[in-house]
């Protein structure tokens, strides 16, 4: 059993920044990848950002070079700061995670999503 919890959501004015956190628990052997989506409304969910167990990270095109996603081990938290934020960021955000359970199975747990608005 695996819980993700989420934070940091919130209204920001445009230009702006805002830092989301998601906070891994649970009987996880390894951590594989983990990665944030979004939701806009009348979209399609859409990768923002991964970061795998290597440290390799990507980036959605609209949001390369003002968002930066990173993650903490001792912790097992990830973290997306999100800097310069437009109103076209509005979204859920959701927190995604790729594993291996402590029975070597492979598990994908995904977050309640926390809600991003920018205004103009």
């Known amino acids: 059993q695996v819980q993700l919890v989420e934070s940091g959501g919130g209204l920001v004015q445009a230009g702006g920044s805002l830092r989301l956190s998601c906070a891994a628990s649970?009987?996880?052997?390894?951590?594989?990848?983990m990665g944030w989506y979004r939701q806009a409304p009348g979209k399609q969910r859409e990768l923002v950002a991964t970061?795998?167990?290597?440290?390799?990270?990507n980036y959605e095109d609209s949001v390369k070079g003002r968002f930066t996603i990173s993650r903490d081990n001792a912790k097992n938290t990830m973290y997306l700061q999100m800097n310069s934020l437009k109103p076209e960021d509005t979204a859920v955000y959701y927190c995604n995670l790729k594993s291996t359970t402590t029975r070597l199975t492979p598990l994908e747990v995904w977050g309640q999503g926390t809600l991003v608005t920018v205004s103009p």
């Open positions: 649970g009987s996880i052997f390894r951590i594989n990848a």
């Open positions: 970061i795998t167990s290597g440290g390799s990270t």
